[in-house]
């Protein structure tokens, strides 16, 4: 698979790449463009992409094949005819740093030499640089001055058919070094520095007095800098053996941070572009989808900007609803993405309503139960109520202190002897719920006047609330409780009746024609219940 612009193979190139120069890389405006005299992408033609106008004139026409990306240049194989020159003086003269990469497919290997690459004057003087494959089979670059020559080899053993990545870098003064895909490199220390008398630059060939010597394979993505590129640069440039070619642009790079100020509809997507691929970025932002790998399709938000951190605004999410987010960002190459975060949007809590109690004629106690906050505090909650169904908070409400658990509230202000629908409720930031719904009447008064009788019966055909009257002090009085036929009656007492043993008014029994007969001593201010008995 090739990548026009973005990891371009290096086809058969040698890099005289040198010992790395402390210097920090990254890919913004593309900086690999740095430096870069001379670059062969052999698409179809011997023509400088840099537009520099160092093209290379093709010799015994070599042909143009399916290379490392793209096309690449093919000298055949064997080849003993076919080369490139190029310009003498020109950007294969450096006189100082100097970095060459490039990849090379060999197709034949043997015992002798096979050139790649030569700007070397071939008098005499015996002056310049050279990339051969040597008789061990090794990828190998070598620097010659008069009376001085020294070249350094790689220690991969070469097999045909093969693509190989070569960086060389020269150190004017110091170091010679040679690398195969992006391996540590095998570094020489010459005593002298280039010189080039009057080159011969040649791709595919060196010539002699004496001999002609040929290059049989493929050469692809050659490229000249003057000066040192740095490890990163060759590892990026290898591209994990895929290739990085001229002009040295790709999708940007960037990563996605956790959500952030998540609610329940809306919540803030981060992201950070480290590298904009050597083009200028124009949109960057947040998507998100309710199943994974979103993409730009699904839902979206943009945040200006090109490197660097960003946030976005998620909004019209769904409450209480898992959603995966990456972080987005497009320059020319195309559009990249970041890795996947996942995040929860907040939710209505979850609230249940219990029975009412202690119902008395305008007064009972509500019960609910916060069995879950849905993400979010719990600002309020209580119980409401009504005489029509489906109270809200809009009509009567009663709140209680607290956040999830059980809660009880007070309910006042009843009518006697009204039915209510009750439900308990619930509020945090991202809004209100409610429970269940259940019913309870308030009993209807019943006024019991001791004036009358000390003993006095009441048959229960709903729910009644006693009032005693016109009790004497030292008044010994029975009061007689009969369910009706249909039974089920609760009765609520005055709060001046004093109960014996636990102190806690008895639950009549209600089954139908249940009769109770309660005793109770009344000290004027108080009727003390002395006896109960139930049939």
């Not at 463009?33 to 033609?45: A, E, Q, R, W």
């Not at 572009?273 to 730009?296: K, Y």
Request: glycine letters at 12%; aromatic letters at 12%.
């Amino acid at each position: 698979m090739k990548t026009k612009i973005i990891s371009k193979a290096f086809a058969g190139i040698f890099i005289i790449s040198y010992f790395v120069y402390p210097f920090a890389f990254c890919f913004a405006q593309s900086p690999l463009i740095t430096g870069l005299s001379v670059y062969y992408k052999f698409d179809g033609n011997g023509n400088d992409a840099t537009g520099g106008g160092n093209t290379i004139t093709n010799v015994g026409s070599v042909a143009y094949a399916s290379g490392k990306i793209n096309n690449g240049a093919d000298f055949g194989s064997p080849n003993s005819t076919k080369y490139f020159t190029g310009i003498a003086g020109s950007a294969f003269e450096p006189t100082g740093n100097f970095t060459i990469t490039c990849w090379v497919k060999p197709a034949l290997l043997n015992s002798a030499h096979h050139w790649i690459f030569t700007a070397y004057d071939e008098s005499s003087s015996a002056k310049g640089i050279y990339f051969f494959i040597g008789p061990g089979n090794d990828l190998r670059v070598g620097i010659a001055t008069t009376g001085n020559n020294t070249n350094v080899g790689d220690l991969t053993s070469l097999f045909t058919g093969t693509w190989y990545f070569v960086a060389c870098r020269f150190t004017s003064g110091g170091t010679l070094s040679i690398s195969v895909n992006n391996n540590t490199p095998n570094t020489i220390t010459p005593n002298f520095v280039q010189s080039y008398g009057s080159p011969n630059i040649r791709f595919g060939n060196r010539k002699t007095s004496i001999e002609e010597l040929f290059f049989s394979g493929m050469i692809d993505e050659l490229g000249l800098w003057t000066r040192v590129l740095s490890d990163a640069e060759v590892t990026n440039l290898y591209n994990s053996g895929n290739g990085f070619a001229y002009p040295f642009t790709s999708i940007a790079t960037l990563s996605t941070q956790a959500v952030s100020s998540i609610g329940g509809t809306t919540a803030t997507g981060n992201g950070t572009v480290t590298l904009d691929g050597g083009a200028t970025i124009t949109e960057r932002g947040i998507c998100w989808n309710t199943s994974s790998t979103p993409t730009t399709a699904n839902s979206k938000a943009t945040s200006a900007g090109t490197t660097g951190t960003f946030t976005s605004s998620m909004t019209g999410l769904a409450i209480g609803t898992l959603y995966y987010v990456r972080a987005y960002a497009i320059n020319s190459v195309g559009i990249s993405y970041g890795n996947e975060v996942t995040f929860t949007t907040l939710n209505i809590p979850t609230v249940t309503t219990q029975a009412v109690t202690s119902i008395a004629a305008t007064t009972a106690t509500g019960n609910g139960n916060v069995t879950s906050d849905g993400g979010a505090t719990i600002t309020e909650r209580g119980v409401c109520w009504n005489t029509s169904t489906t109270p809200t908070t809009a009509n009567s409400k009663a709140t209680s202190t607290g956040t999830t658990g059980a809660f009880t509230a007070s309910i006042t202000g009843l009518t006697a002897g009204t039915s209510y629908y009750v439900r308990a409720y619930t509020i945090n930031s991202v809004g209100i719920s409610y429970g269940n719904q259940v019913t309870f009447s308030s009993p209807a008064t019943a006024t019991v006047n001791w004036n009358i009788s000390n003993v006095q019966e009441i048959t229960l055909t709903a729910n009644r609330s006693f009032t005693f009257t016109n009790g004497k002090s030292g008044g010994i009085y029975h009061l007689i409780v009969k369910q009706d036929v249909t039974g089920g009656w609760a009765v609520s007492w005055p709060a001046n009746v004093k109960w014996s043993d636990t102190g806690i008014a008895p639950i009549l029994t209600s089954t139908s024609n249940a009769v109770a007969i309660i005793k109770f001593l009344y000290d004027g201010a108080y009727y003390y219940e002395t006896e109960i008995k139930q049939f």
